[in-house]
């Protein structure tokens, strides 16, 4: 094992390996955003793109050259030389060095297999190519981070030649060997061993890095298993996006190795921004956040179990592996069938508010398990839990009520396809009616109701709806499936989440939306210390 | 290291740690289903339920008990006595007992915090439970496997304690220890090192076992660790699926455990079904199957980058850990702007179309590009890319056409929501018009397209949409927002998958439906051998 005190250095390659995964792209103001939040979160590398590949790397590189950054240095990553090309000529080489980064990385082949099946030149050619692209890259000033690819795979076929390579590329100058574990299918003990007899061989003299890939579920456990052997330069990606089952995921990794193995990476700080960051990414993603995720996802914190939730009761962190403030998470109490009256109660205190009495909690419960069996699930979206709770006392007064609605989709020949939607709202005494229209139904009726409220409640206004999902229960049953809806909403001080179910994915879209204009209002008239019935109407 | 040719024993708990899955719960029906499935896999062990938490557990064991099983004995599971309880009296001891399986696995606390803190009895009062709990279970003439709930972190709190526990457990009689990493925080070296402990201690007398969380994204890999140091019973659920970042997912440990290290744990035939076991288990939990996951998910084999995808026709193994047909999943090309004109010569090529000439398949890739910047993915969605190369050729002759539709959704007071559709289509030289209502506008146009296509096709009752997804694309946009809906269907020989994306999501849907219809009858036309234009009309 190495000092434990040691420094790893964090390579991040979400802009370029991880935009490998399946549905993923980002345009180049996803790129400069995601650069920016790495840069804040410390990493000490970002690899930004593939500059011969495309024309948007090379529109982030010339932007990159100009930016400036607090913690990063941004890297070019390329392939060597072609095999009958000098490396003077190679456009691929060149469009490397004109990237203008301070590093570079290359990829080069090292599995005997590859060299002779993929590339196609014998073994002491790919050599050359190793040597000469290296030896190239540092004459035009630049430092070389050479990623060994198929290192592992390579390794266990012919052990000399994937030794040659990393030999070359340090004796032609390379600053970093970074072994990769390409096709992601080797097992951890492997890892440890290999990356032992590397470190012995040539860690005294040049810096050893990993970069894994998830195929056997093993990606994260292989980078550890790299870094207690000697490997100090750690490459991953946010989230663990990656071509196939994706690559080694930085938010898991930073965590182990900073809380687990007393490993710094970054500060405390940037530690605590680590779930924001992953969100972030996922958002500019456009992919929902796998909820499951250690440490960084809504789910890594949250009690379901009846029996779970009263021991975190008892012990924080009876049930929990790390306070999950130290990542930026929280933990949750989950509201569901399985937790019984005693987790609700919990829940509702939660929420600030108060049960006047076991009846009521009862109650509460009772009406969970109905809706819930009608697709409802208030797990993600506690505005519309609130609501519900709120709409048993009896003195509850609404801010509206829904009368009526109607909502139109109509294409003619020739036509774009038209959305109109009616709506009939009581706010107090008063009955408004109103249309609108959108560029779908439920945007249609989003800015329909809007405009029904706004006279009342100019605030509605500042109500965005910043999410809009949709997921279908009984996936059985084609189009005449339950979908449940869920509306994220914010008003640029609070957020919030609302949820409605029914086989009509119209009248779910409608509760999520009355729900979210709902307790928006309600959360704004409690800023501003007043009740959420309207004053003036009274 | 054991000898690699020793057993390990699958141990499946998805009936009852992996329904502590935020939004997971199982009917009787659905754990009937799960467990005939992990019987015909080869599973060794399923633990049913709890069946002193609900009635629902109860009826499963009732169920279970009559079953015949191939390969699977069922084990109940539950807690050991309450503290001021004699076990003989205890009402959760005897709900196991009543259960009427063969073996039973009881949950005891192993760390000294847990003991003091969260059961709040002193640590020789916990020993006496287990010795107890353990004993009295033994005398009812069951197997007993112990499960050790926190055993690592009770081992790096207190080793003795956590020793006392497991010899009193063995002591009592338990025929398998089974150590658990219960919050799911423990390194890889850490299990690796512990279990080999335990074992050098107590492995020659009985059977050790291991039961990890990932929550630091290591479950994996520590289980592997765990048998590599002596464990030989192995206990996870299919996907993963479990409370908080999930269990150890059984669909890579077992391919990991039996192509990688050699141990067979279940015949060739069962592992070729594992992709299929993941899927349905995921289609019961109506839970979408992730998918990259390592082996069995959809993108596990699936090459994008134009430069990987050519060295997988130069040589199938050089980009894959192992063949993806030994674990019954398949390698995909896919379709995307990455990946160039040679990507989708070869995905057309394997879809059986053929490309007249290079100013095609530019036309095809110009149109794959086109249709992306609007939103579509053909990624997950062949049906819809086949039929948009097949309209690039001028002789096509669609089955039918679309003119006009119209779908209104309302609500009245007093009334259930209503959702009727106006369809207008060309068939051959006739246009038919006609209208059907459903649950939603989209089942309504779907009801509406099969009334105006039945009498020239037949066929179209054969035909199913057996799923519906919607995913929003731009999420940042609120109702505004674009969708990409993806219709799955069937019609009892064939299963295809269409998209449409839009921002109208009715829109989007009735391209997907409309896709589906078209593709359906254009392959049963295909099967009987005959143009798909209807001979009658022409």
């Known amino acids: 094992m190495n000092d434990p005190k040691q420094q790893v250095e964090l390579y991040d390659t979400t802009l370029r390996d991880g935009v490998q995964r399946e549905g993923l792209s980002f345009s180049l103001e996803d790129k400069i955003k995601i650069a920016r939040k790495l840069d804040g979160l410390g990493v000490r590398y970002i690899e930004g793109g593939f500059p011969g590949s495309n024309p948007r790397d090379q529109e982030f590189f010339a932007w990159a050259q100009r930016a400036s950054w607090q913690h990063a240095t941004i890297v070019a990553f390329g392939a060597s030389r072609y095999k009958d090309h000098r490396a003077e000529e190679d456009p691929n080489l060149r469009a490397l060095v004109a990237a203008g980064t301070e590093v570079v990385a290359i990829v080069c082949k090292n599995s005997a297999l590859h060299v002779r099946e993929v590339l196609g030149v014998d073994l002491p050619a790919n050599l050359e190519i190793i040597g000469d692209s290296v030896a190239f890259l540092r004459r035009q000033g630049k430092r070389v981070f050479y990623d060994a690819e198929h290192f592992f795979d390579g390794w266990k076929l012919d052990r000399d030649y994937a030794r040659a390579c990393l030999r070359t590329a340090f004796g032609a100058g390379a600053d970093c060997l ?177 049960l006047g009495s076991p009846a009521q909690a009862r109650q509460v419960a009772e009406r969970v398990k109905q809706l819930e069996s009608r697709g409802y699930q208030f797990e993600g979206a506690e505005a519309s839990f609130e609501l519900m709770v709120r709409r048993l006392d009896p003195d509850y007064a609404p801010p509206f009520e829904l009368v009526d609605f109607f909502v139109l989709a109509e294409t003619r020949e020739g036509r774009e396809m038209l959305s109109e939607a009616m709506v009939k709202i009581r706010v107090g005494h008063h009955v408004l009616h109103t249309a609108g229209e959108g560029n779908g139904p439920v945007n249609a009726l989003d800015n329909a109701l809007r405009k029904a409220l706004h006279s009342t409640y100019p605030h509605v206004d500042e109500i965005r709806l910043t999410d809009y999902k949709v997921r279908v229960i009984d996936e059985g049953s084609g189009t005449a499936a339950s979908v449940r809806v869920l509306i994220d909403s914010s008003d640029g001080v609070d957020t919030w989440t609302t949820v409605g179910s029914s086989t009509n994915i119209i009248e779910a879209s409608w509760t999520a939306l009355a729900d979210s204009f709902e307790y928006g209002l309600l959360r704004a008239a409690r800023r501003a210390q007043q009740p959420a019935t309207p004053q003036h109407l009274g």
Chains 1, 2 share one sequence.
């Open 178 to 354: 970074v072994l990769c574990d390409t096709n992601g299918g080797t097992l951890t003990s492997e890892v440890a061993e290999i990356v032992r007899a590397v470190y012995d061989e040539l860690g005294s003299a040049v810096q050893i890095g990993i970069h894994t890939h998830n195929d056997a579920e093993l990606a994260v456990a292989n980078t550890l298993a790299a870094v207690q052997n000697g490997a100090t330069h750690v490459q991953g990606t946010i989230n663990g996006y990656g071509e196939r089952c994706g690559n080694a995921n930085l938010c898991a990794v930073i965590p182990n190795l900073q809380l687990k193995l007393g490993i710094p990476c970054v500060s405390e700080e940037q530690l605590r921004s680590l779930t924001e960051v992953s969100r972030f990414v996922s958002e500019v993603a456009n992919l929902h956040p796998d909820p499951h995720m250690a440490y960084v996802g809504a789910s890594a914190f949250a009690h379901k179990a009846g029996y779970h939730a009263d021991a975190m009761r008892k012990h924080t962190l009876s049930y929990q592996h790390i306070a999950p403030e130290l990542v930026g998470n929280q933990a949750r109490i989950l509201v569901s069938e399985l937790s019984g009256k005693g987790a609700i109660a919990t829940k509702v205190e939660q929420l600030g508010l108060r």
